[in-house]
């Protein structure tokens, strides 16, 4: 017997709290995650990233970006979907979890880092869809910096590149490994620049802005590999998510059939 809800918000006797029935869509996930595994996934771990991280500068500030989570949490639910074993490593963002997805919550890159670096290990496709921070402040703080200058410098270090340390495993430890780029110009050409300097076995990018991408429900976008492309028009973060996985499955699959013909030979 499974129990799922109550539902929170408002009530039809004009309270607000626990007490309602959950949204049908979220019920019908309960209910998907329930049943046995199947789809080209089934079987298969996948293991992803999503969300912001925050860099710490003293106890009441942080360094972060504008990402959502929405469209890594969208592509959790879509490998769900597919059948996989899903576990997401996620910053801090108020997307709620997917039903039947393994949820490890994370602040900053080296948090991220760490938690990936302990679930990698038998994975077969890892997705970095997180907006990780690329520098964060070298000498944090533990009491709060009061306002004491009319100016401030926050000397910065790099983090470590997380898709690029899974990306650089060998061998059986090595899963299949597909990053996201978000550039405001030049996208085709940055996304491959990252996907052939990382070693990557796929990319999707797209164009981010003032007003694009950033907390919004819909995108496009472009995903490359070595010898190929394929454009994923704009849609629903939701429908981008599926069509992505979708296509994630059948390029896994095509290296698997490559590496079985090579041994074989």
Known sequence: MHVWGPGEGDQACGEVGAGRMLEPLQLAGFIAGTLAPSGPLAGKRVLLTAGPTRERIDPVRFISNRSSGKMGFAVAAAARELGAEVTMVAGPCSCATPPGVKRIEVESA????????????????????????????????????????????????????????????????????????????????????????????????????????????????????????????????????????????????????????????
């Not at 907006?131 to 000498?139: G, H, I, S």
């Not at 597909?178 to 990557?200: H, I, M």
Request: hydrophobic residues 45%.
């Open 110 to 265: 080296a948090d991220m880092l760490e938690a990936v670096m302990k679930q990698v290990d038998g994975v077969d496709i890892f997705i970095a869809t997180a907006a990780v921070a690329d520098y964060r402040p070298a000498n944090p703080v533990e009491s709060k910096i009061k306002k004491t200058s009319e100016s401030m410098d926050i000397k910065m270090e790099r983090t470590v590149d997380i898709l690029a340390t899974v990306a650089a495993r060998v061998g059986a430890q090595r899963p299949f490994v597909v990053g996201f780029a978000a550039e405001t110009d030049s996208v085709e050409q940055y996304a491959r620049q990252k996907l052939l300097k990382k070693n990557l076995d796929m990319i999707a990018a797209n164009e981010v802005g003032h007003d694009k991408v950033f907390e919004k429900d819909d995108n496009a976008l472009l995903v490359l590999w070595r010898d190929g492309r394929r454009e994923l028009p704009h849609a629903s973060k939701v429908t981008l998510a599926r069509d992505l996985v979708a296509l994630i499955a059948e390029r896994y699959a095509e290296r698997k059939s490559v590496r079985l013909a090579s041994i074989t030979a």
